[in-house]
T-cell receptor, first 113, second 112 residues
Framework: ETGVTQTPRHLVMGMTNKKSLKCEQH?????MYWYKQSAKKPLELMFV???????ENNSVPSRFSPECPNSSHLFLHLHTLQPEDSALYLC????????????FGSGTRLTVV | DQQVKQNSPSLSVQEGRISILNCDYT??????FLWYKKYPAEGPTFLIS?????DKNEDGRFTVFLNKSAKHLSLHIVPSQPGDSAVYFC???????????FGTGTSLTVIP
């Protein structure tokens, strides 16, 4: 158990669907992150939350909408996605803001059809 | 612009031999470096770290070397084992920074 739990593990959605990815951390961390991993690309940071406040949005399209209701939970709401959005979406948490590393969840493998 | 680069997408090594994975970075302000290991269908897991005040850090079979002047770090695995077969990501950060920057990963295969 990594301490960071992501659901669902796999998701297939149509381009007109709306779905949400969920992340929960049990480590008492103050910072949570969404990363996207596409084939042959570095892990791409999407959003950062410190103490429930969004502190980073790396020019992510508005069809991705994060929500952090408390420091233990993080959501990524998806709507009208494109096939090129198919990727592994990883949630991570860290002690933040001094950053000595993350604990990652197992990821959600998203396929947009 | 990629600030952390892993130029070898894959590496194959015989069991028992040394595996050397390389990583280069461009930002001289980075002061903390990590290696993560990732198996298929799992998230990356932390392997080993090094601060810029050191040039070597060792943990069992894993040693990370940092050459600040060359902006280069490497991960040595000795002896390599089949269970080490995974994708290895290098990451760098300023400790006071908001995020880690990751390389594209190197897929290591250890041949029994």
């Amino acid at each position: 158990e990594t301490g960071v739990t992501q659901t669902p593990r796999h998701l297939v959605m149509g381009m007109t669907n709306k779905k949400s990815l969920k992340c929960e951390q049990h480590l008492g961390h103050n910072a949570m992150y969404w990363y996207k991993q596409s084939a042959k690309k570095p892990l791409e940071l999407m959003f950062v939350y410190n103490f429930k406040e969004q502190t980073e949005n790396n020019s992510v399209p508005s069809r991705f909408s994060p929500e952090c209701p408390n420091s233990s939970h993080l959501f990524l709401h998806l709507h009208t996605l494109q096939p090129e959005d198919s990727a592994l979406y990883l949630c991570a948490s860290g002690p933040g803001p001094a950053n000595y590393g993350y604990t990652f969840g197992s990821g959600t493998r998203l396929t947009v059809v | 612009d990629q600030q952390v680069k892993q130029n070898s997408p894959s590496l194959s090594v015989q069991e028992g031999r040394i595996s050397i994975l390389n990583c280069d970075y461009t930002n001289s302000m980075f002061d903390y470096f990590l290696w993560y290991k990732k198996y298929p269908a799992e998230g990356p897991t932390f392997l080993i770290s090094i601060s810029s005040i050191k040039d070597k850090n060792e943990d069992g079979r894993f040693t990370v070397f940092l050459n600040k002047s060359a902006k280069h770090l490497s991960l040595h695995i000795v002896p390599s084992q089949p269970g080490d077969s995974a994708v290895y990501f290098c990451a760098a950060n300023r400790v006071t920074g908001n995020q880690f920057y990751f390389g594209t990963g190197t897929s290591l295969t250890v041949i029994p």
